[in-house]
């Protein structure tokens, strides 16, 4: 713990790796906050005071444990933001999770939805929610993105060959977005006015989750070095953000530093620069929020 009175409890996932190590880095820093991260394996290097859990998202059963564990540790204390950062950058349909869902869709999402649900009563009014996201679940900006909601082959997926990760990703930023509309729409929410935002780092150097082959690895670096800069040059979307960028962004978030206009949720950076963009047309769809809000539950066991 930083200091005896916190003033501040943050609780984060995803802060391991890639650019939520550099946000873990900055939140640490901010005067009285108290941090937990949830990681796999107790043996992480951290910036000195954070707290680290065990947290294994491809497990329904880790996260409830995590969640419960943050819960009993907290005591008296509330949660006053949650930043749900974690993510794998797609897999292929044989890759599971424990619970046998599909692994993209079971770790970017699933774990997500139910981490939320389980500490959104823990969390302070006038907290924050921050849950990343990604602009490679829009359609015109991402060809393979969803454009319905095909939750049954996302959860349990058949489809196999060339794209398959790719599009299993581009599904679980669109359901993360959606989820965090949901949570703005509850009533719970809106009453302890609890602010909720769905965060886009844009293209972001150094991701090199320990999922991915070594292969992908190569293939990432191969295309974030050469194809990226110059597809940059045409689709500012494209341009590639530095991991210590896209994390003093998320920081600034999760702190209240960035905000966005009242009455939108999704911050995207563009050329490294907070913008406000509609969410995807799947995305907006209060039906479609609310099946997979519905589903979800049912999926994870709380509904
Ligand atoms: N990089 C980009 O260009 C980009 C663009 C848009 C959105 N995003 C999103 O930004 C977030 C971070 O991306 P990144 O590129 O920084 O990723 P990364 O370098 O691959 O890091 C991912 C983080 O998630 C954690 N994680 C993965 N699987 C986990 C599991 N089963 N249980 C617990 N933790 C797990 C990793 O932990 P370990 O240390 O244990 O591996 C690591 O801390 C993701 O949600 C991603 O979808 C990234």
Known sequence: MNNATPQQVVVMTGA???????????????????????????????PPGVEVLGLDLASLASVRDFAN???????????DILILNAGIHGSNAKQRSAEGFGLTFAVNHLAHYL?????????????????????????PIKRIAPKILDLHEWAHPTENGSGTGIRSYAAS?????MTALSFA?????????????????GLTDGASGRDASILQKVFVKLLT????PLIGLFRPEFVMNTPEHSGRMLADVSLGKIRPPPNRIYISLVKGQPTYP??????????????????????VGIG
């Open 69 to 79: 564990t943050v819960i009993t540790m907290l005591g008296d204390e509330c949660i």
């Open 16 to 46: 391991t790796g890639g650019f939520g190590e550099c946000t873990l880095k900055d939140i640490a820093a901010a005067p009285g906050t108290r941090v937990i991260i949830g990681a796999r394996g107790n043996d992480r290097i951290v």
């Open 278 to 299: 509609d969410p995807s047309e799947l995305a907006q769809r209060q039906d479609a929020q609310d099946q997979l809000w519905r589903e979800s539950a049912t999926m």
């Open 185 to 201: 729409r509850q009533n719970e929410v809106k009453a302890r006015q609890i602010d909720v935002i769905a965060f886009n780092p």
């Open 115 to 139: 981490l939320a649900r389980l500490l959104l009563p823990k969390m302070a009014d006038h907290g924050r929610l921050v849950i990343t996201s990604s602009n490679m679940h829009d359609p």
């Open 225 to 228: 070095r050469t194809l990226f």
């Open 173 to 177: 930023k669109l359901c993360n977005l």
